[in-house]
T-cell receptor, first 111, second 113 residues
C-alpha cells in the first residue's frame, strides 16, 4: 500500500508569517512530488512540483524534497489570507502515471 | 486554456437510480481518473484509464463502473445509486510524457436520497 501522510491541521499562522506544510511518503520508487491547493468547494489546483532533491522556489512558495528521508515540504512566505485553503501533497509512482494523495492540511492565515 | 469539464456541478438522485457522470478533457491526455472526495478521507481513486477502452480499478471500485470509448471522454457509472455514494466526484487527466500534473475538473456534488 503506497501511503502519503500529512498532518491534517488545522494550521493557523498570522498574516505575513511563514507557513510550513509537511508530507511523508512510503514508496521509495516515487519519482515526482506535487503540491495542490484546494479552496473550499473547489477542485485542486497545482501550486508546484519537484522531482530533484533540494529546494525549488516559485514566488512566495518553496518546495523542499529529501528522498533519503522520504519527505517533501512546502513553505509559504509572507502568508496572505488568500492562502487559506487545504493543501494536498501528491506523489506519483515509478510508472509516472498514477498519483497518490495525502488527506490534506488545512491552513488558515489570520489577518 | 487547458480544460477538464464535468457534466454537472450538482446532481440529486434517488436510491436505486442509474447515474452517469461525464468528464471531457481537451488536452489530448492519455490518462484519465475518477476520484471521490469525502471530509477526512481525502481523495480516493475509483477507476483510472491509460488509454481508450482501457480501465483499471482504483482503491474503491465497488458499486461503480467506467467507460472510455473516446480518448477525450471518461464516464463514471453508478449502476444502482446508494446513499453512501453521496460525495464530491472529481475527474482528472494527465499526460504520459515527462513530469505531468493531474488537471482536475470542477467536480460534481452528488446527493443520493
Amino acid at each position: 500500500q503506497k501511503e502519503v501522510e500529512q498532518n491534517s491541521g488545522p494550521l493557523s499562522v498570522p498574516e505575513g508569517a511563514i507557513a510550513s506544510l509537511n508530507c511523508t511518503y512510503s514508496d521509495r520508487g516515487s519519482q515526482s512530488f506535487f503540491w495542490y491547493r484546494q479552496y473550499s468547494g473547489k477542485s485542486p489546483e497545482l501550486i508546484m512540483f519537484i522531482y530533484s532533491n533540494g529546494d525549488k522556489e516559485d514566488g512566495r512558495f518553496t518546495a523542499q524534497l529529501n528522498k533519503a528521508s522520504q519527505y517533501v515540504s512546502l513553505l509559504i512566505r509572507d502568508s496572505q489570507p488568500s492562502d487559506s485553503a487545504t493543501y494536498l501533497c501528491a506523489v506519483n509512482g515509478w510508472d509516472g502515471n498514477q498519483f497518490y494523495f495525502g488527506t490534506g492540511t488545512s491552513l488558515t492565515v489570520i489577518p | 486554456d487547458v480544460k477538464v469539464t464535468q457534466s454537472s456541478r450538482y446532481l440529486v438522485k434517488r436510491t436505486g437510480e442509474k447515474v452517469f457522470l461525464e468528464c471531457v478533457q481537451d488536452m489530448d491526455h492519455e490518462n484519465m481518473f475518477w476520484y471521490r472526495q469525502d471530509p477526512g478521507l481525502g481523495l480516493r481513486l475509483i477507476y483510472f484509464s491509460y488509454d481508450v477502452k482501457m480501465k483499471e480499478k482504483g482503491d474503491i471500485p465497488e458499486g461503480y463502473s467506467v467507460s472510455r470509448e473516446k480518448k477525450e471522454r471518461f464516464s463514471l457509472i453508478l449502476e444502482s445509486a446508494s446513499t453512501n455514494q453521496t460525495s464530491m466526484y472529481l475527474c482528472a487527466s494527465s499526460d504520459q510524457r515527462g513530469v505531468s500534473e493531474q488537471f482536475f475538473g470542477p467536480g460534481t456534488r452528488l446527493t443520493v436520497l
